[in-house]
């Protein structure tokens, strides 16, 4: 009979009085992404799921804070049995030339110790399976024995995501546009345990239905992280239309993000969440200078997150790959900072020239406006 044991994070076992409360959180989190119907036990440090396939497995890799999937065989705590299997799995892989056995006792009694176990089944391992040898420095094939109400054996441990429980380090808001840096921003937070809400700012009629329906689909893509996304879709025309109207033209685009940025705070606040998380990266555009992004955020009260700030493009376009947004985010529908853009944007605005321009602005009004109006999108994985 096969089980399927799960490895999670040396992180989570490492969290003293709060351990508990991390481990049950992953196990909800794994329950919630293969759904009811199979028995989960956690125990000594590891998960076990009565059930493998790979399937399964490919949704149980990409729970937060899961290092390591394995397919394991169960069979009785006894030496002879253990060893039958053992011999039966190096047999199937085909090639290999060196091995070693590592153990873990969870069930202290047992008669052999975990060095002891190693031992005799490396030499049972040596005697019946040809053209083999130990190699306990870098081996091809580790065979891993774990005894506990009976002894598990597995060789093959397929990576998981790692990272920590979604929703164990609390909540954020996301500010999800359709481009490519944002949804790998939200995967990085959400993989340290931070729970997103989304908000994406769409200009009805200057942005299509089909720019919405994109950030969507972002969302969903997201989902698969994080078991369910809850977007808000801001009304932002009012809130553009009025800058254009009356505020200079090369500060559009920051008092625009100003903006946003505002309205993802009451967002936040009325979420219980305690930061913001963009997509920002150093450099990239006008208003992603030092500058900017200091008057950007400098009349709020949260913290802003922006985990790709450091990274290249190139490396962010890694991730999107890796978790699967870039096909979408690379559809060309526009975003409402691609109209009205300015032709010659400031790249270093300051903040108190900013507040002035702001003046003109009915601002309190357009946030509420703008929260008043709000469609709520909820998405799951399981759509
Ligand atoms: P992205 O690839 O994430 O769209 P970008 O390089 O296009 O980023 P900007 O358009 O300047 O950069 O946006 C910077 C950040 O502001 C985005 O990463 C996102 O967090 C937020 N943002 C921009 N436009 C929107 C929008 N329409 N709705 C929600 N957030 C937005
Ligand atoms: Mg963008």
Redesign the pocket.
Known sequence: MNCMLVKYASEISLKGLNKKYFEDLLVTNIRKAIGNGFKIQKESGRIYIDTYSEELADKVKKVFGVIGVAEAEITEKDMDKIGEVAIKQMKQLKGVKTFKVESRRGDKKFPLQSLEISREIGGTILKNVEDITVDVRNPEVVVNIEIRDKAYIYTKLDKGVAGMPYGSAGKGV??????????V?GYMMAKRGLELVG????SHPYTSERAKEKVIELARKLSVYTGSFKLYVAP?TEIQMQIIEKCKENELTIIM?RF?MQVAEQVAKKENALAL?????LG??A??TLESMHVTNSDLEMPVYRPVVGMDKIDITDIARQIDTFET?ILPFE???TIFVPKHPKTKPRVDDIRKSEEALDKEQLIANCMANMEIIKVTNLQ
């Open positions: 996301l500010l999800l546009s359709g481009g490519i840096d944002s949804p921003a908000v994406y700012y769409h932002f993000r946003m998380i963009t997509g920002e990266s990239q555009v208003s992603q985010s975003d409402c900072c």
